[in-house]
Nanobody, 120 residues
């Protein structure tokens, strides 16, 4: 069984920073892409940033230049550094990972969700 455990939930003022972490644990053979999505109230879940096992990254236009995704492959952990936060960044942030399990199966996993609130 594989789990993604998120941390870093918090409240920040506009212009402030927060850092989210997501650690994958369980029977893991390898991890392909890892990323972050978010869902604001009344809106659909949207991609924030992704990182492939090869090191390529992709960002939503709305966060380019402000957010940075990084990975520690030795710890099976992905991070999201969020700077210059705006009220419109307020959402529940979900970690996502495509993992090949110890049984050789490629599955898509989601974290439990982390609330990020940007408000003065």
């Amino acid at each position: 069984q594989v789990q993604l455990v998120e941390s870093g939930e918090g409240l920040a003022q506009p212009g402030g920073s927060l850092r989210l972490s997501c650690a994958a644990a369980g029977s893991i053979l390898s991890i392909n892409a890892m990323g972050w999505y978010r869902q604001a109230p009344g809106k659909q879940r949207e991609l924030v940033a992704t990182s492939t096992s090869g090191g390529s990254t992709n960002y939503a236009d709305s966060v380019k230049g402000r957010f940075t995704i990084s990975r520690d492959n030795a710890k099976n952990t992905v991070y999201l550094q969020m700077n210059s936060l705006k009220p419109e960044d307020t959402a529940v942030y979900y970690c996502n990972a495509r993992i090949i399990t110890g049984w050789g199966l490629l599955n898509n996993y989601w974290g439990q969700g982390t609330q990020v609130t940007v408000s003065s």
